[in-house]
């Protein structure tokens, strides 16, 4: 092959989150003479992953963010790069809102069109009604339909879809090796945040309301007036930090809470934890729950999470409408073992091994293109 196939991501943004992360971590270990992945985002700011992105040979490009006002500035804008780069014979779109614009106009541009999904939910209210209007006439556009699990399948495409021969589950994968329990690891991250004799509990997500931070909060203070040598570290940023900030004040609880904002060491980070705790409103996967078992973390967990993500017997779920109590007993109940071979056996023989994934999406890439 002369030269690589480049696939367009269409995203929101580059910044490190659920969708974007596993993009990244396939980017990272596809075989980049075969393939190569180029991105268009809805925002110029800077991203996290720009950097990265741009010394792996990846183009960067940007659209308007859509509000409804500027269809025609939107839908010219994405004609008008087609044009300009008929390069391209995939787009793989991430974004759902406008995938019925972006994808329709790729089509007509004699691109191979793919959706893929990565939640289960649009929110709620007005927004979440008009998300799910645009959204629904995805798994017609579409050429092929991927999605992280079942569930997050079927709440997109819904179940007619997903029984037809186009629609695939695409696992977000991690580098297993990355996240081995390390004694030496473990020392320093809680040298480094003064964590040495305290009861670490672990969040890492977003501050978005689908992260539900304000429960999890009520969740370390029952934790907390019943051990009180117990911290929390809230691994994330986003719209929602300043508010939980201020509700972490307001309880009293600032000495005993972190705010690390985005890391990139989040497999140092899980070492340090003795527990993870993750009571999402709704998740396409949780990818960040297969992280922390493979760190050999206990996790504590909402009802919500997807059955995928359930890999080992470290992770139990809390149903959502439970007292903080229950939460608390789970969480404090949790022995911190960090259990070694079996979990990174069980979790590649679940199909979230990088190696394994980054084949399948190089052969599925090449087949649709005909190569």
């Given at each position: 092959m002369a030269k690589p196939i480049r696939i367009l991501h269409v995203l929101g943004g580059l910044n490190r989150a659920g969708a974007e992360t596993m993009v990244i971590n396939l980017y990272r270990n596809i075989d980049r003479t075969k393939v190569q992945f180029d991105f268009i985002v809805h925002t110029k700011d800077k991203c996290d992953y720009d950097d990265e992105i741009r010394s792996l040979g990846g183009r960067i490009f940007s659209v308007p963010r859509y509000t409804g006002k500027n269809h025609f500035q939107y839908t010219k804008a994405w004609s008008d790069f087609f044009k300009q780069y008929p390069e391209y014979?995939?787009?793989h779109g991430h974004v759902r809102s406008t995938a019925w614009i972006y994808l329709e106009i790729a089509k007509k541009n004699n691109l191979i069109t793919i959706a893929?999904?990565?939640?289960?939910?649009?929110?709620s209210g007005l927004s979440a009604i008009v998300k799910g209007i645009l959204q629904y006439p995805i798994r017609y556009t579409a050429d092929y339909l991927l999605a992280c699990s079942n569930h997050a399948g079927t709440w997109l495409f819904g179940k007619?879809?997903?029984?037809?021969?186009?629609?695939?589950?695409i696992k977000n994968a991690i580098d297993t090796k990355k996240f081995i329990y390390n004694e030496d690891i473990r020392t320093?991250?809680?040298n480094d945040f003064q964590f040495e004799d305290k009861f670490v509990i672990g969040h890492i997500g977003r501050f978005d309301v689908s992260k539900n931070h304000e429960f999890l909060i009520d969740i370390f203070q029952a934790v907390h007036k019943r051990n009180n040598n117990a911290v929390l570290m809230m691994v994330g940023d986003g719209d929602l930090r300043q508010s939980i900030e201020k509700k972490v004040n307001n309880l009293k609880l600032t000495d005993s809470v972190v705010f690390t904002g985005v890391r990139s060491d989040i497999p140092e980070l899980l070492q340090a934890m003795d527990v993870f705790v993750f009571p999402s409103l709704y998740e396409g996967l949780g990818i960040v729950t297969v992280?922390?078992?493979?760190?050999?973390l206990n996790c504590v967990v909402a009802d919500t999470i997807p059955n995928e993500a359930f890999l080992t017997d470290l992770i139990k779920a809390i149903p959502l409408g439970c007292h903080v109590e229950e939460w608390s007993d789970a969480i404090l109940s949790s022995n911190g073992n960090k259990k070694q071979g079996e979990i990174h056996e069980k979790i590649k023989n679940a199909g979230y091994d990088i190696a394994q994934n980054v084949k399948k999406m190089e052969d599925f890439y090449f087949r649709i293109v005909g190569l």
């Open positions: 014979k995939i787009v893929h999904s990565h939640s289960t939910s649009s929110g007619k879809a997903c029984r037809k021969d186009n629609f695939f589950i320093k991250k809680r992280e922390a078992q493979a760190a050999g």
